[in-house]
Nanobody, 127 residues
Framework: QVQLVESGGGLVQTGGSLRLSCAASGRSFGSYTMGWFRQAPEKERQFVAGITGSGIGTRYADSVKGRFTISRDNAKNTLYLQLKTLNPDDTAVYYC????????????????????WGQGTQVTVSS
């Protein structure tokens, strides 16, 4: 029963930045592990970053570590992803997802571990 809506995508040049947001419905947002995934054309959905309900535990794909930052504001039921130093390989549809299972110490990296998904927001990075 969790609804997720991403926003903030767009077209940027190599080296640019974007901030993605994911607005969540529900009363228990702060208890959900949240993740960002991305999917480029003809590729599988790929884990980008995850964050525990409290925001203390985070996890990143090696390809984005040091460039992207995941965060959340539980008072606003909102998940964020700050993307910096973007390159064309970052071009994809970015999805936020919620894992309603009892929390683990680190977020899961498999798409199948997440229960609810947003509609996605397109990020395009030009050369």
């Amino acid at each position: 029963q969790v609804q997720l809506v991403e926003s903030g995508g767009g077209l940027v040049q190599t080296g640019g930045s974007l901030r993605l947001s994911c607005a969540a419905s529900g009363r228990s947002f702060g208890s959900y592990t949240m993740g960002w995934f991305r999917q480029a054309p003809e590729k599988e959905r790929q884990f980008v970053a995850g964050i525990t309900g409290s925001g203390i535990g985070t996890r990143y794909a090696d390809s984005v570590k040091g460039r992207f930052t995941i965060s959340r504001d539980n008072a606003k039921n909102t998940l964020y992803l700050q993307l910096k130093t973007l390159n064309p390989d970052d071009t994809a549809v970015y999805y936020c997802a919620a894992d309603l299972r009892p929390p683990y110490q680190v977020p899961g990296v498999k798409a199948s571990e997440y229960d609810y998904w947003g509609q996605g927001t397109q990020v395009t990075v030009s050369s």
